[in-house]
């Protein structure tokens, strides 16, 4: 079947950090333009990072550039999370974004992300940043 699976979350004290992994099955990641995405109970899905299937290019959320590095390593699409705050804390979830918005550069609102059910998605990885 295929599927994406999400990997690494945990808890860390402010100013620790973390790397997120995602692994796919019956399709290669490589081919994909593939997104972070964190939620917090209650509100709504927020973009983090997203790497370009047709150029490689990276993008960034506000809230987390300079901190966070989205990479594509042996497969995998990897997010390092350093200098971690309070405010990081929510479940991270990696996707395709096909047909949420097509390619990277085409995600206007980072701050309101509506899935695509046709996208594939996993189940997310817990991250919670406290002291």
């Known amino acids: 079947q295929v599927h994406v699976v999400e990997s690494g979350g945990g808890l860390v004290q402010p100013g620790g950090s973390l790397r997120l992994s995602c692994a796919a099955s019956?399709?290669?990641?490589?081919?994909?333009?593939m997104g972070w995405f964190r939620q917090v109970p209650g509100k709504h899905r927020e973009g983090v990072s997203c790497i370009n299937y047709s150029d490689g290019t990276t993008y960034y959320a506000d809230a987390v550039k300079g901190r966070f590095t989205i990479s594509r390593n042996s497969g995998r699409v990897d997010l390092q999370m350093n200098n971690l705050k309070p405010e990081d804390t929510a479940v991270y979830y990696c996707?395709?974004?096909?047909?949420?918005?097509?390619?990277?550069?085409?995600?206007?609102?980072?701050?309101?992300?509506?899935?695509?059910?046709?996208?594939?998605w996993g189940r997310g990885t817990q991250v919670t940043v406290s002291s």
């Open positions: 019956g399709f290669r990641l490589d081919d994909y333009s």
């Open positions: 996707a395709t974004v096909y047909f949420s918005f097509g390619e990277c550069h085409f995600l206007m609102n980072w701050g309101v992300i509506k899935p695509d059910l046709r996208d594939l």
